[in-house]
Structure formats: C-alpha cells, structure tokens
C-alpha cells in the first residue's frame, strides 16, 4: 500500500514552531475549516503523511496515518465487506482520517452503532514540545492508554498532531432497506420513542420536511417483515438520501445560516425560534436554521448547541463546559501542549 511517513519533518516543524512560540493552524484535507473557532497561525501539512499502514480484516482493525485519505480507507474496507461503522462525513473529497478524528464527527449510523471515540483503539500523537507518543493499541484487549486515545477524538488538534489511527471497523450489512412516512415533527419523535422500545434493526432516522426516513439493516427476510410492520413506502436511492444527510448536500443544508447543531435528549421540545429543523438520531441531534444565539437553553434540558456552519466567523461557536471540565480541557492542553502552538483557540479562546 503507497504512502508516505513524514513523522520527521513534523516533528521539525513543531518543534521549531515551539521556540518561537509561533501558533501552528494543522490541515489535513481542510474540508472542515469551517467548523469551530478561525485558528491564526503558520500551516502545519499533514496530509503528505499518508498511507494504510496495515489492515487485518480477520482482527476488524485497521491503521493508517493521518493524512491518508477517508475515501482511500472506505474504499478499502468496502472492497473487503466491511465499514467504519460511525458513518463520518467528509464534507470534502480531500478529507483526511486524521482530520475526522480530530473533528470527531459521526453520521446517520451514530444513534444505533455509537461515536467515533468507541472505534478509536489507539494513536500515534505528536505533542506540542516535539515528543512522539503512542496510546492505545489494535485490539480492544490492550487497553493501556486506551482513555488517552480517545481524547483525541473531538479535539481539534488543539492536544497533538495526529500521526496514526488505529480504528475499529465492522462487516458491512446483508441488506439495507429505508422506509418514510409521513408525520409532523412532534409524531415523528412520538414514532421514533416507540421504535426505540422495539427490536427492530433500526440504524438510521431523519425527519424533515413532514417526511420521517427510517434506515434499516438485516436479512431481506427481516427487512420484508419490517417493512410489513412499520408501514409507510420504500425509497428509491436510499443510498443517495442518506449520503446528501451525511454530507450536508440535501436541499435542507444549502445556503442555509446560521446553521445550528442541538444535542438534546430525544423527547426535547422544538427549538421554538428556528425557521426550519432536520431531526436525526432517533432524537437526539437536530439540525436547525435560524437565530443569532443558541436557539434555546438545550443545557436546561440536559444538551448542548454548535453553531456549525456561520456567514462570518464568531466568538462562541461551542457550548461552553461547566468551569470544572474547562480547568480540566486546560490542564490536558497544557500537558500535551505547553507552549500553546498548536490550534490554539479552535475550540475555545483560551485553549
């Protein structure tokens, strides 16, 4: 497998950035650039340092350094019936898995398969004072630094530059099968609640639009006795549906700003202020357009708003944490990043 390690000249670049405390902005494909807070400083490439540096399909594990295409490992892993079962998105062909990992994005699949962290077993990192540190492992069974590891994820680079990742995949379905009613957005959640306390091999929810798109995997034995179950139609190119969700391409995402990203729990009320709402995750995530802050307190119902996607760059785009967990976020970048050169601010403007 072609690739490229440039472990060395990283490092060079970190560590003479460190001596002038010179800020790094890290750029793997840069296709997400536009989620987060704008970092200034000298770019950090590290999309040359690629390639599949080994995949196991018996041991569901593959790894690969950071600058390695997504779509150069999900081809793999699809020639091999197999998946990274977070379904992330790209938003870009250039995406890197380094970049995904460090932006810890999960698609459709997350409400049944989980967040990328669960599939992340280990990482090769380069700190910010030049050291190169790996944690975790290639199978869940070494567990040493396995927590470290996951830190990563969601990141932002603002804790090290990214090497390698070791992920977790899992064999692709026998079949899939989308079926979509027709409801209103508070019998949509009502419907998915009663889907939730059921069997059925739901992986995948979207309601939009009066439409509740529902994704389900299986036999086509059991896909025909959901079908029967559930009621509603088949969708034509499901595949195509569900990538447009994915990757921010259905006609709900287009040039719409400011564009907010809610985790709420599942039975949450609508955000009263947004001129239009998209519902994933059985619930749980809800993509809604409109308002200039946070379009309701979603930290009094137990969730938390991004403001994903802005027409010019803004202060607060997290949700910030309680103080604890923010002394916590500054101390871990203070270990891993002393001098500070790395992404700072991307995610919060002290750290």
Not at 20 to 33: E, F, N, Q, Y
Not at 178 to 201: F, K
Not at 248 to 277: G, M, N, Q
Not at 314 to 322: D, L, N, Q, S, T
Request: aromatic residues 6%; neutral net charge.
């Amino acid at each position: 497998m072609p690739g490229h390690d440039a472990t060395a000249e990283l490092v060079d670049r970190v560590r003479e950035a460190t001596a002038r405390r010179a800020p790094l902005r890290i750029v793997g494909g840069d296709t997400k650039r536009f989620l987060g807070r704008d970092v200034q400083g000298d770019r950090l490439e590290v999309a040359a340092h690629c390639g599949i540096v080994s995949y196991d399909p018996a041991e569901l594990v593959i790894t690969a350094r950071a600058g390695t295409p997504l779509s150069e490992v999900m081809s793999e892993l699809a020639a091999r019936g197999q998946r990274l079962p977070f379904e992330p998105p790209s938003f870009g062909a250039a995406a890197t898995v380094g970049g995904t990992v460090a932006c810890g994005l999960s698609g459709p699949a997350r409400a049944s398969a989980g967040p990328l962290r669960d599939y992340l077993l280990g990482v090769r990192v380069l700190t910010g004072d030049g050291k190169v540190l790996r944690f975790g492992g290639e199978v869940m069974k070494n567990v040493a630094g396995y927590d470290v590891a996951r830190t990563m994820a969601g990141a932002f680079g603002t804790l090290g530059v990214l090497l390698e990742v070791s992920l977790k995949v899992l064999p692709a379905p026998p079949a899939t099968r989308t079926i979509a009613l027709e409801l209103d957005a508070v019998e949509a959640l009502v419907r998915l609640e009663q889907l939730a306390a059921t069997a059925l091999p739901l992986t995948a929810s979207c309601w939009t639009g009066g439409t509740l798109s529902l994704r389900f995997e299986g036999t086509a034995r059991t896909l025909d006795e959901v079908e029967s179950r559930v009621g509603g139609w088949v969708v034509e190119d499901a595949d195509g549906f569900w990538r447009s969700v994915r990757e921010h391409e259905h006609p709900f995402f287009r040039d719409r700003l400011p564009l907010w990203r809610l985790h709420v729990p599942a039975a949450s009320p609508l955000a009263p202020a947004a001129t239009d709402t998209l519902i994933e995750w059985n619930g749980l995530q809800r993509w809604c357009v409109g308002g200039s802050q946070p379009l309701f307190d979603s930290a009094a119902v137990g969730g938390n708003a991004t403001l994903f996607r802005a027409d010019a760059p803004v202060e607060g785009v997290f949700a910030r944490p309680a103080p604890a967990l923010l002394r916590l976020h500054a101390r871990l970048k203070e270990i891993f990043d002393p001098a500070g050169v790395l992404n700072p601010g991307r995610m919060y403007a002290e750290i």
